[in-house]
């Protein structure tokens, strides 16, 4: 939902109104709001997108909250949450549930900003971390701090970056000839993800019993070990990565129309180049650094946000609030699909990315025909 301080046209009190914008949005309608000294514009469409998804989202968070191995109904859930319920439920939602929900709002969220700014920057539907490599790289570093150093979560958290970081100056460096495309970045991203693959492997055989077990677990992509000792944290660090990624982005539409464009508009600033790929990989080292590598979210968020919302762009609240909504709903049905033994998140989201990335290379492929 993009924003901006009032320009040539004055507005004399507070409203809300609704007209077609002539500028960037190409006739879309739009909502021009003003209270006090601040001003701004949203698209109406993305306005409706993103208030249905973030109503989905609670409700599905709020079942979610009474899922656990003491079942709460969605009112009981509501009154424990408000301290009026009671105290069983009230400590299995508030310490046990509570944030393995809470990190998946987060780490969906995290992971969809991830993908929306990578397929921004490279301007390829495929450009997303787990398709070129970041997120195998967060992972890489996160098992180096964990099977050789035995790090605790502020080390593996910061392996987790380092692995990313390191990932994607190696895969630009490939791709780089008199500029980035983004064709290169996605092939020059799978070959180093599929190394990288090998070296986890590598890492997890050469482990202990115990260790190899547990990181292949987590190598999937899991909530099942959550506490608020990992989600607090994380919670900060995705926090301050999300209020970085809205000061380096408020032009984005602007930025989506090209580099040139966005030069030449002022859209694509050193800091905004250098800046959003380091926050993108953060954020997607963040989700990795707890819950291991969870795939495709970054991916297919954007995309559906883009279909819901039109107009060809990437609404980032819109896809934050989907990201946020597809992670929670595959951790219930790896929760409850197979019941009593519940599945790694991971192993859903491939399935449901796998079936998504397929539609999407046969649509590609219709295209170019």
């Excluded at 109104?17 to 000294?37: A, L, Y």
């Excluded at 890489?140 to 502020?154: D, E, I, P």
Aim: glycine share 12%; net charge positive; with cysteine.
């Amino acid at each position: 939902m993009t924003s901006a301080r009032s320009g040539n046209k004055p507005y004399r009190a507070t409203a809300f109104t609704v007209e077609h914008s002539g500028s960037i949005d190409f006739g879309r309608p739009v909502i021009r709001w003003r209270i006090g000294g601040l001003s701004g514009r949203w698209d109406r469409r993305e306005v409706v997108v993103g208030t249905v998804a973030a109503v989905a989202t609670v409700v599905v968070a709020i079942v979610a909250l009474g899922m656990g191995d003491l079942t709460v109904s969605p009112v009981g859930v509501v009154n424990a949450l408000l301290g009026t319920g009671d105290p069983a439920a009230e400590l299995a939602i508030r310490e046990w549930q509570a944030p393995r929900v809470l990190a998946a709002l987060a780490f969906g969220a995290a992971l969809a900003l991830s993908g929306a700014i990578f397929q921004l920057l490279t301007r390829n539907p495929l450009g997303s971390p787990d398709i070129i490599g970041f997120g195998v790289g967060s992972y890489t570093g996160a098992l180096v701090v964990t099977l050789l150093f035995s790090g605790g979560y502020l080390a593996t958290a910061g392996g987790a970056l380092a692995g990313g970081i390191g990932t994607a100056a190696v895969v630009y460096a490939l791709a780089f000839r008199q500029g980035v495309g983004g064709f290169r970045l996605v092939i020059c991203g799978v070959a180093i993800s599929s190394m990288l693959a090998a070296v986890n492997y590598w890492l997890i055989l050469r482990a202990e019993l115990s260790e190899a077990m547990s990181a292949a677990q987590w190598g999937a992509g899991t909530l099942e070990t959550i506490t608020w000792q990992l989600t607090t944290p994380a919670l900060c660090v995705i926090i301050v990565l999300v209020v970085g990624v809205a000061a380096l982005s408020r032009r984005h539409p602007v930025f989506e129309l090209g580099p040139e464009f966005g030069r030449t508009l002022g859209a694509q600033s050193r800091a905004s180049q250098l800046g959003l790929p380091i926050l993108g990989v953060a954020l997607t080292a963040a989700a990795t650094a707890v819950a291991g590598p969870i795939a495709f979210i970054s991916l297919s968020a954007p995309h559906i946000a883009r279909r819901l919302v039109g107009g060809g762009r990437t609404p980032l609240t819109v896809t934050a609030l989907l990201g946020s909504l597809l992670l929670v709903v595959s951790d219930v049905v790896a929760a409850r699909a197979f019941s009593p033994r519940a599945l790694p998140v991971g192993v859903i989201t491939v399935c449901l990315g796998g079936i998504y990335l397929c539609y999407l290379l046969y649509r590609e492929m219709r295209q170019e025909q």
